[in-house]
């Protein structure tokens, strides 16, 4: 399993759920046969396995706590080895195919692994050495039985469900609860009406193996899942600050705090945090002579994000040099399509990242880009989001340039890729609109532009963001618009309404101080632009807009 670039958002938001996961991806490996025991926090798990099984199982619980699955594959298996018998191994190594949250799945490779134990459910189940792993290995062939994705998430979370509440001190089963809940969730297998009650389960159950265990690697992480949406961070940010302490060597740990800092807009944590993380990918590329394409893409995506909330326009640019350098000499053509995904999207998608938060469009130039089609029938929701996304982009950056021609022609593939692909063109209108408003304004329908990117901000509202956003935050394109049209107080409240959205974002609270100085209102404007000074604290001395913020401050 190899590094996944960007979210899954589009699938996450088309069904606007209240427990709509980021997706992550999975981290290089930290340990290796003769190395230390890797530090990945606490987990007990009382069994029927043989004395020399215990390790490894224990092992490859933890690593599975921490996504880290090709690790904890290795782990099962040791296990499995040292007792062929052992039914909990083999469930857990099923397991380890399973990224439901991240668009991908492994079915044929999952009951593969069950199929090494026994060839049915029932032999399998008759295997299990105690009523408690019964259990486990119940709710486990509930979630690989041969039926569609939401009714096996939905059994398997009820199941786990039901086990945590016969014994509320058995730890692992409230953890994996968590965790499965929000499955069900991202799958789309709990109706609207309960979503809520859903999610508010799932954090409560991580609250409380965080409570009773602080150690707990599956206690933190699913915890900050669970909380990563506006006003839910909140209650991840103990997790947020001890995650990383739990599991140092796992290197989704390093990185996986920065969801909750990033939702509660805390920018020097958050580029903190990524930093490690990239610096953890990149020596373990080189330690184990590893491709490139084993690199933490998805991190260094938040990196710059983190950098462009501070002000650090340099070191945000450095990095798509820095993707670049690393990928040099790659053939990423010739490489298998799953593994290559990442690298190959990484540059474009930084450079469209870097001028979003700067206004250089040059950077972003798509000259000589395919139009970006489906992806095969077969495709995971992975590859239509990378399609999706792609697609955005391109069209996006055509209209940011002026290009109308190609910005209307790129959103009507961005369209079609929406109607054929599992996200569907209606649950997610906001990003249509947005592109519809942004090839109007490049046509010079700025009236007919302001109408459909206030359509889109309404939209976005109802929307819960995931990590740092792929497309252009619509009320920050309607605060500026207002702003240029003379509606200073429309462009405030657009600039406001963005950042109960999306916290203490740099672009946001520039467009705020001068929305409120336009209007008059010189100590509105100061407050806000010494809440930027305060994200400004170590920007490049030359910023655009540094200057300007300095004055606005001082003016009360």
Request: aromatic letters at 8%.
């Amino acid at each position: 399993m190899k590094p996944n670039l960007l979210p899954l958002a589009l699938a996450a938001l088309a069904a606007t759920a209240p427990a709509a996961l980021a997706q992550e991806p999975p981290h290089a490996h930290t340990h290796q046969p003769g190395e230390a025991a890797p530090r990945l926090g606490t987990v007990r798990f009382p069994n029927s396995g043989a004395a020399a099984a215990q390790a490894p199982f224990l092992r490859g619980l933890a690593f599975l706590h921490n996504f880290e699955y090709e690790d904890a594959a290795d782990a099962f298996k040791a296990a499995e080895q040292a007792d062929p018998r052992f039914a909990m191994a083999f469930w857990g190594e099923a397991l380890t195919w399973s990224h439901l949250v991240w668009g991908e799945e492994d079915l044929p490779a999952a009951r593969a692994a069950l199929r090494r134990l026994a060839p049915t459910p029932e032999a399998r189940l008759a295997l299990a050495g105690t009523p408690r792993e019964r259990a486990y290995g119940a709710a486990i062939e509930a979630f690989f039985a041969d039926a569609p994705t939401a009714v096996r998430t939905a059994a398997y979370a009820d199941s786990l469900r039901a086990l945590a509440a016969r014994d509320t001190m058995d730890l692992e089963a409230q953890a994996f609860a968590s965790l499965a809940l929000q499955t069900a969730l991202y799958t789309g297998a709990v109706p609207p009406e309960r979503r809520a009650a859903v999610r508010d389960a799932a954090i409560t159950l991580a609250e409380r193996v965080f409570r009773v265990s602080p150690q707990h690697p599956g206690a933190a992480h699913y915890l900050i899942h669970a909380t990563d949406a506006p006003g839910f961070a909140q209650r991840g940010l103990a997790a947020a600050r001890a995650y990383a302490r739990i599991a140092p060597d796992a290197d989704h740990a390093l990185h996986m705090p920065s969801h909750i800092f990033l939702q509660l807009g805390m920018w020097d944590d958050e580029v903190s945090s990524n930093e490690r993380g990239w610096a953890a990918s990149r020596a373990w590329v080189a330690r184990r002579n590893a491709s490139p394409m084993a690199l933490g893409f998805h991190g260094l995506m938040w990196l710059q994000y983190g950098y462009l909330q501070q002000g650090r326009f340099r070191a945000a640019r450095a990095l798509v040099d820095t993707a670049h350098a690393v990928l040099a000499g790659t053939d990423l053509a010739a490489a298998d399509a799953a593994e290559a995904a990442d690298a190959r999207l990484v540059e474009p998608a930084l450079r469209f990242a870097f001028a979003a938060g700067t206004g250089d469009w040059a950077a972003a130039s798509t000259s000589g880009a395919s139009r970006p089609g489906p992806p095969s029938a077969a495709a995971t929701m992975r590859a239509w989001s990378f399609a999706n996304v792609a697609a955005f982009q391109q069209a996006a950056a055509a209209a940011m340039r002026g290009d109308a021609t190609q910005a209307e022609e790129t959103a009507a593939a961005f369209q079609q890729l929406l109607d054929a692909g599992s996200a569907g063109g209606g649950g997610v209108p906001v990003y249509a609109r947005e592109l519809r408003a942004l090839a109007a304004r490049a046509r010079g329908d700025r009236a007919g532009a302001i109408a459909l990117m206030r359509e889109a901000a309404e939209t976005e509202d109802r929307t819960q963001p995931v990590g740092p956003p792929w497309w252009m935050p619509a009320h920050e394109l309607l605060g500026a618009w207002l702003l240029e049209s003379g509606d200073a107080r429309g462009a405030a409240a657009a600039y406001e309404a963005g950042l109960r959205l999306m916290p203490n974002r740099s672009a946001a609270l520039l467009g705020l101080a001068r929305a409120r100085a336009a209007q008059g209102d010189r100590a509105g404007a100061a407050e806000a632009a010494g809440r930027l000074l305060q994200n400004w604290r170590h920007a490049d001395a030359d910023a655009p807009g540094l200057a300007e913020a300095r004055r606005l401050a001082a003016a009360r």
